[in-house]
């Protein structure tokens, strides 16, 4: 405690000097729990500062500490999903006005399952197995299968 609280003034000697240990506020920001407010009070440097450099020098996302491959991928899942059900809803009000189902739907349906076999295959390989099927993605392919026959159907 003693020794951090010594290192804690030497940073803020510094950041009064006008020099900030930028490699040091580089480590904080992408490797340590401290929110950017907190980065920037520890450092004396205002957080565009650090927002700045971050976006320039390339750093490491902070969100992407807290994403692993398969909550990404559920995500990403979940996300295809509702816009599945979003486009159905709107072919479906489509023919009970009486309008053609639009063509773009169709394509746009056929490009979120190849979207969905690229997830599948990605999940597979950052994890270093062979794809395999989960039941949602699935399911999912099963409903993209049936809304595009049903439709070439019309």
């Known amino acids: 405690m003693v020794e951090e609280l010594g290192q804690n003034e030497a940073r803020a000697a510094k950041a009064a000097a006008g020099k900030p240990d930028w490699p040091l506020i580089r480590r904080d920001y992408e490797e340590s729990d401290l929110t950017l407010d907190e980065i920037a009070a520890r450092h004396g440097v205002k957080k565009g500062q650090i927002s700045y450099r971050a976006r320039v020098e390339d750093w490491k996302p902070r969100f992407l500490r807290e994403l692993d491959s398969s909550m990404f991928a559920r995500r ?36 979120m399952a190849r979207t969905l076999d690229k997830l599948i295959e990605l999940d597979a390989r950052t994890k270093g197995n062979k ?24």
């Open 76 to 111: 990403l899942l979940a996300i295809l999903g509702q816009q599945i059900v979003k486009i159905e809803k709107q072919m479906k009000s489509r023919i009970r006005n009486g309008q053609e189902v639009d063509g773009k739907d169709v394509a746009l349906l056929n490009t």
């Open 131 to 154: 794809a395999k099927k989960t039941p949602q993605a699935e399911n999912l392919r099963a409903q993209l299968a049936q809304r595009i026959t049903e439709l070439a159907r019309r």
